[in-house]
Every structure is written in structure tokens, then in C-alpha cells.
């Protein structure tokens, strides 16, 4: 089965046509800068690859020419539309209303435009390419896979705030949740691992990138997670804060007359590694800094590490017998040094941290020592594939994959 999986943003939209049968992307690409002076289109196909200009005046165009490029046999296309059994949509928020992948009907459309109130700067991109894709493969099953889904199994307790119960019923603050696409497949990956189930595994997941997240999962089954109503809370991230006292905004809003607009900018895309350091929001380009001595480059990473580990903590006091901790994300895989910063020191806690496999793991596997009771994992993340994995089976067979 062949399985187009898209993801939409403000202005790119980025593909993979997967044969799931081998769960292998023969196609991928992705159309940039769309309604921007410069659109540019690069697609790959297993032997060759064409990157250029393209016309790509709205998301409508952009589609169009994906359509063109999957069709086209030259360009590893697949001549007929009919070849591709469906299409998956990453779609960032679901609100209460999902707590599984869904095939998209007008109803399905609704709920997404609504929920934008809840993600104002990626629903409405999501839904534009929902439409735009619908209308160029109207023959063909959609799905919208939701990345807030996966934590629709967090108790009550991990999802309230402590907030006047009305800005709940009325106004839908709560937990969410995000990464939920990513943190589903890295605890199945890792209970492949394992040698167990996938409803066996218990344990830690951590999303590290420019954006972080962490969820605890108990028998397959997220019961908590870092971010919140919006990705903002939690881990220190990129150019995000994660958590506050929430009464600084009062004070530095009091102090520099800023505006509502100006804090969420701030707080956003001012903040976290880049706030902290005044340089960038790169972990290796900060820990080349601070290998050269710059003071708040090494806090930034420090500060970001320290925030991770106590998540790890937290969350271990509310599992029933762990079973791993899984890095994942673009710094979760690849960074060998924060990694150290995050695990290392804590076998307390049942995490012995192995300097010489974390150093020269590439890839998957487990960077935990010999007799750790609580294993520690370096799993990349494929949340297309997971997009793809769920489309395909809820297409075949009704139900959500797993």
C-alpha cells in the first residue's frame, strides 16, 4: 500500500509517499516559501532528485505541483492517483474531541478549524493543506493524525490545572499536550527494543529539538506530559521558556510596558537556549561556546539539562516499574553531550548512564551499562512513518495501527 503523508505549515508544505508493505518513504520533497517572492521545490525519488523554482502562489498551487511531481514516472512518480490508498495529515491539535487518527470529512474539518483557537499558529496551516490536498486527490481516503491525541489518556489529575474550574468548561484550559506523533512511536520502537510489547512498555520518553517534551507512559499508555495548553510550557527549549512563575510576565510587562503581542513573542521566540545565552538557539554552537569560555552559553546548557533531569525525576515518582528512558529529536539523537549532561549521575535512581556507548552509539540503541535496572535508549524519531502507519491501518482496516 502506497500512502502519501503530508505537513503543512504557514508557508511549506513537506511530503513523503510511503510503501508501507517495507515502511520505506520512495518519494519526499517539500515546497517552500509558498506566496513568497521565491518558491522553491525540491523532490527526491530513489536515483535521482530535481530541486527548482516553482509556481507557488498559494497552498492550492503547491499541491498541485506535488500532484504533478507523484504522477509523473520520470520523477519516480506513480503515473495514476489510484495507486495511492491515502493520505495522512499531520494535524497539531485535536483538542478533547480526538483521541485517535480520524478520516476527514467536513465534521473532521470543523474541529480542526476550531481547535485554532487552541494552536493559532499551526491548525490553520494544517487545515489550509487539508483542503488544498482534498481537492487535489478528491478519489482518495484522508486522514488527519493528531499530535495531541496520544495524550488524550492522561488522567484528570495530570490534565487540570489549578485554575477556576470554569476557564476548563468554558474555555478548554487544560493539559494537551504536543510531539504526542513522536513520543507514540519512540515507546514502540523502544519496546521492539525490549523484547516486549508495546503495551508493556512503561517509561520515559524525551523530545529533545528546538522544541522539547516529555511524557511519561505506563503500559503503553501516556499518563503525563510537559507541554500544556499551548508548547510553551515545560522544558527549556529553543527560543521557548518552558516553565515560569507565572507572575514574572506581570512584573516585566508592569516594568517594560510590553503588550500582550510583545510577551508572546518574548516568551516564544526570544527565550529559552537563545534567551539564556544572548547567541543562538543551537545546543552545538553553544557548546562550542562555552568550550571557549562563554559563561551563559554553558548556563544555557546547563540550565536546559537541569530541567530535563528533573522532569526524568518527576516522572518517575508517578510510573509503576519503569523500564527506559528514550532519547529522541534532533539533540536527543545526535547529541552526545548533553546527553551526558541529562543521564549521567543519576544511578540513583536506577539510570547508570555508560560514557563509551553514549559516545559512540550512531543510530538506535542503548546507552545504559551493564545491570542498569532502568534502561537508557537513543531511538530517531519517524513521525512519518508513524503518520503513515496509522493512515494505512485506519484506512484497511477502521481502526488506529496498535
Not at 155 to 167: I, M, S, T
Not at 194 to 202: E, P
Not at 320 to 348: N, Q, Y
Amino acid at each position: 500500500m502506497k500512502v502519501l503523508v503530508l505537513n503543512c505549515g504557514s508557508s511549506s508544505i513537506k511530503y513523503r509517499l510511503f510503501e508501507t508493505d517495507t515502511e520505506t518513504p520512495v518519494i519526499k520533497g517539500q515546497v517552500e516559501c509558498i506566496g513568497e517572492s521565491s518558491p522553491a521545490m525540491t523532490h527526491s525519488w530513489e536515483g535521482g532528485e530535481a530541486s527548482g523554482a516553482v509556481a507557488a502562489p498559494d497552498h492550492q498551487a503547491a499541491m498541485r505541483a506535488i500532484h504533478d511531481a507523484l504522477m509523473d514516472p520520470s520523477r519516480g512518480g506513480v503515473g495514476d492517483a489510484s495507486e495511492i490508498a491515502a493520505v495522512g495529515h499531520r494535524v497539531v491539535h485535536g483538542g478533547e474531541t480526538f483521541f485517535t487518527s480520524a478520516i476527514i470529512d467536513d465534521g473532521v474539518e470543523r474541529v480542526v478549524e476550531e481547535c485554532a483557537l487552541l494552536a493559532p499558529l499551526h491548525n490553520p496551516p494544517n487545515l489550509v493543506g487539508i483542503r488544498a490536498a482534498r481537492k487535489a486527490f478528491p478519489d482518495i481516503p484522508h486522514v488527519a493524525v493528531f499530535d495531541t491525541a496520544f495524550h488524550q489518556t492522561m488522567p484528570r489529575e495530570a490534565w487540570a490545572y489549578a485554575l477556576p474550574w470554569e476557564w476548563y468548561s468554558e474555555d478548554g484550559v487544560r493539559r494537551y499536550g504536543f510531539h504526542g506523533t513522536s513520543h507514540r512511536y519512540v515507546a514502540v520502537r523502544a519496546a521492539e527494543l525490549l523484547g516486549i510489547a508495546a503495551d508493556d512498555f512503561t517509561g520515559i520518553t524525551l523530545h529533545l529539538g528546538n522544541g522539547c517534551s516529555c511524557a511519561a507512559i505506563q503500559n503503553g499508555r501516556s499518563v503525563d506530559t510537559s507541554m500544556g495548553l499551548t508548547p510553551l510550557e515545560g522544558l527549556v527549549m529553543g527560543t521557548r521558556c518552558g516553565d515560569i512563575d507565572p507572575a514574572i510576565v506581570f512584573h516585566v510587562a508592569a516594568r517594560r510596558d510590553l503588550s500582550f503581542k510583545d510577551l508572546d513573542r518574548i516568551l516564544n521566540k526570544q527565550s529559552g537556549l537563545k534567551g539564556l545565552s544572548g547567541l543562538t538557539n543551537d545546543v552545538r554552537e553553544l557548546e562550542a561556546a562555552a568550550a571557549g569560555g562563554h559563561d551563559r552559553a554553558g548556563l544555557a546548557l546547563d540550565v536546559y539539562a537541569r530541567r530535563v533531569r528533573k522532569y526524568i525525576g518527576a516522572y518517575l515518582a508517578v510510573l509503576d516499574r519503569p523500564v527506559a528512558v528514550v532519547f529522541t529529536g534532533g539533540v536527543g539523537e545526535r547529541g552526545a553531550k548533553m546527553r551526558h549532561r541529562i543521564a549521567a549521575g543519576l544511578d540513583h535512581l536506577g539510570l547508570v548512564f555508560d560514557e563509551s556507548r553514549n559516545g559512540t552509539i550512531d543510530g538506535e540503541g542503548d546507552i545504559a551499562a551493564e545491570g542498569s535496572p532502568v534502561r537508557i535508549l537513543v531511538v530517531p524519531t519517524r513521525e512519518e512513518l508513524m503518520i503513515a502507519r496509522e493512515t494505512s491501518a485506519l484506512v484497511a482496516t477502521g481502526a488506529p495501527a496498535g
